[in-house]
């Protein structure tokens, strides 16, 4: 079936370091999203991607659609520790499927 | 607004037991969804609803079954509950379309034994 690879798998960084992850697929889709799952909750829109090529900010996040529509990469500037959590990137299939990456999860170091 | 709200946040059953997961939302929303999520993997989606008395299924809708007869409640079925079926539950909801900013409850942590 179709697949997002999201790399890398975890990662544990220092406080004030910026952060890169992106996600992979085999398959073309034309809307890229990327939500946040804090521990022992639901995941929360970050940011939403509808254009090949587009780069959106918001805040200290920043996201691109890749332009061939099968790849999409997230950068987190100066982390806090509030930015720890799970990190998927989601797209949409047809006939309504909408498919999670694995995620990617970030821990600071203490 | 309290958003999108589930109930119970825990639950432990024996397997073969039936229980009804309930999610609830106060935002209109036409479009609700449930998933599930299992350690080390990102969500995946079981059964989803356009708008009340229309439900379809998703990529992983065996042994769950849902009914939508207001806007506001999307309950999962799971009727003979299997190992398995162990899991986080999480219910969302959106706008108008699937592509809409989806809210997602806190989730049901289940456990089958």
């Known amino acids: 079936g179709q697949q997002l690879n999201q790399s890398p798998q975890s990662m544990f960084i220092q406080e004030g370091e910026d952060v890169s992850m992106n996600c992979t697929s085999s398959?073309?889709?034309?809307?890229w999203l990327w939500y946040k799952q804090d521990p022992g909750e639901g995941p929360v829109l970050l940011i939403a991607?509808?254009?090949?090529?587009e780069l959106t900010s918001n805040g200290r996040l920043t996201a691109q659609f890749g332009i061939t529509r099968k790849d999409s990469f997230l950068n987190i500037s100066a982390s806090i520790p509030s930015d720890v959590g799970i990190y998927f990137c989601v797209v949409y299939s047809s006939a309504s499927k909408i498919i999670f990456g694995s995620g990617t999860r970030l821990s600071i170091r203490p | 607004n309290a958003g999108v709200t589930q109930t119970p946040k825990f639950q432990v059953l024996k397997t073969g037991q039936s229980m009804t997961l309930q999610c609830a939302q106060d935002m209109n929303h036409e479009y609700m969804s449930w998933y599930r999520q299992d350690p080390g993997m990102g969500l995946r989606l079981i059964h989803y609803?356009?708008?009340?008395?229309?439900?379809d299924q998703g990529e992983v809708p065996n042994g769950y079954n849902v009914s939508r007869s207001t806007t506001e409640d999307f309950p999962l079925r799971l009727l003979s509950a299997a190992p398995s079926q162990t899991s986080v539950y999480f219910c969302?909801?959106?706008?108008?379309?699937?592509?809409?900013?989806?809210?997602f409850g806190p989730g049901t942590r289940l456990t089958v034994l």
């Open positions: 398959s073309i889709f034309n809307t």
């Open positions: 969302a909801s959106s706008s108008g379309r699937l592509t809409d900013t989806q809210y």
């Open positions: 609803s356009v708008g009340a008395g229309i439900t």
């Open positions: 991607l509808y254009k090949a090529g």
